[in-house]
């Protein structure tokens, strides 16, 4: 497990990970060789997948997010893992989770507009084998969102 150096060079990581060892090393009062050492420590473990930006979604015409819950037709020849698998391979589709409670599956979508994204749901979402009902719910206004 993460001791507490750990968590807190991995929080410095997601808050910033381009920031260099050293800047961690003085914002978190942790030696830069151990910083370093501990960076790569977690990688190895896959505590760390990967780095990646949080793009501007509004300047690349994305500025629209919905998220679109489906059931899966059991009736279907397609398996759940199947659908949700197809569904991640839609561009606009950002996220991709199964679910417990009412619903089987839901995605986090981003378009231009809210008709883009209905657009999506109607020509493409619900024309995939094995899903069998959908509710898109519109973004208002993000306040957290993390990567």
Do not use: N
Not at 2 to 8: E, G, I, Q, S
Not at 28 to 43: A, F, K, L, N, Y
Not at 97 to 121: N, T, Y
């Amino acid at each position: 497990m993460l001791d507490d150096k750990d968590r807190r060079i991995l929080e410095a990581l997601r808050e910033d990970a381009q920031e260099t060892t050293k800047a961690i090393a003085e914002t978190t009062g942790i030696p830069r060789t151990t910083v370093h050492d501990r960076i790569t420590r977690m990688e190895d473990r896959g505590i760390v997948r990967q780095y990646t930006v949080i793009p501007d979604y509004e300047a690349l015409g994305e500025a629209t997010t919905a998220f679109v819950f489906l059931t899966y037709d059991a009736r279907s020849s397609v398996s759940q893992e199947d659908v949700a698998a197809e569904l991640g391979d839609i561009d606009a589709v950002y996220e991709v989770h199964m679910i417990s409670g009412d619903w089987d599956i839901i995605a986090k979508v981003r378009g231009e507009s809210l008709e883009q994204i209905g657009d999506l749901v109607i020509d493409r979402v619900r024309d995939l084998g094995g899903v069998g009902q959908t509710q898109t719910s519109a973004v208002f206004r993000t306040w957290k969102e993390e990567v």
